[in-house]
């Protein structure tokens, strides 16, 4: 008896067909999986590996570096304000310590004493004004500096030493580059 319905599936030449087709594909997939890879790391154009992410981490490690800057200087402001003033001494209640800082959550910090003493000008602060430092992994040293008047931010990159000093005068603008401070009234600022 004939089977008439029944057709043959595939010829001898069309078997192997199919799993080259399949092994191109996956090979095709494989290095399109690659480029997209390389590009979404930013390694498409501009380097490959760590150093095409080294300026993302950096910037993460600023901004980590600044909130601790800022939160500090928020606390040692109002500590200044409710305890009717404020000294080298009472830093330490605040976490802020007179050495350098070695880390992002290591504040390090210095009190000025007013320009003239018993002026007035200091009002409900106590003092003439305070300088917070804070060392980035980026290895740049952020600072603050305010009084009862302004508030100025700066950076120092490539920082051998990330310490505090007393300023008895309003910072003055400008950049910053290794072993000077770059200074900005009002917010951090904008490097890289």
């Given at each position: 008896m004939r089977d008439i319905g029944r057709r043959p599936l595939s010829s001898e030449g069309e078997a192997?067909?199919?799993?080259?087709?399949?092994?191109?594909?996956?090979?095709?997939?494989?290095?399109?999986?690659?480029g997209a890879l390389k590009a979404f790391a930013g390694g498409a154009g501009a380097g490959t590996g760590p150093q095409a992410l080294s300026p993302t981490v950096d910037e993460a490690y600023?901004?980590?570096?600044?909130?601790t800057l800022s939160n500090t200087m928020q606390n040692v402001r109002d500590g200044a304000v409710s305890n009717g003033g404020l000294s080298v001494a009472d830093l330490a209640q605040y976490g802020v310590m007179p050495g350098p800082s070695g880390s992002s959550s290591a504040v390090s910090g210095a009190v000025a004493g007013p320009a003239v003493a018993g002026d007035g000008a200091d009002g409900p602060l106590g003092f003439g004004s305070v300088t917070l430092a804070v060392d980035s992994k980026s290895g740049t040293c952020w600072f603050a500096w305010f009084s009862t008047s302004a508030t100025w931010y700066g950076y120092q990159p490539d920082a051998t030493s990330c310490q505090a000093t007393s300023l008895a005068t309003t910072p003055m603008a400008g950049s910053g580059s290794p072993g000077m401070i770059g200074w900005q009234q009002g917010s951090f600022p904008i490097i890289g």
């Open positions: 192997g067909f199919g799993l080259t087709a399949v092994v191109i594909s996956l090979l095709i997939v494989a290095l399109l999986s690659i600023d901004v980590q570096a600044q909130s």
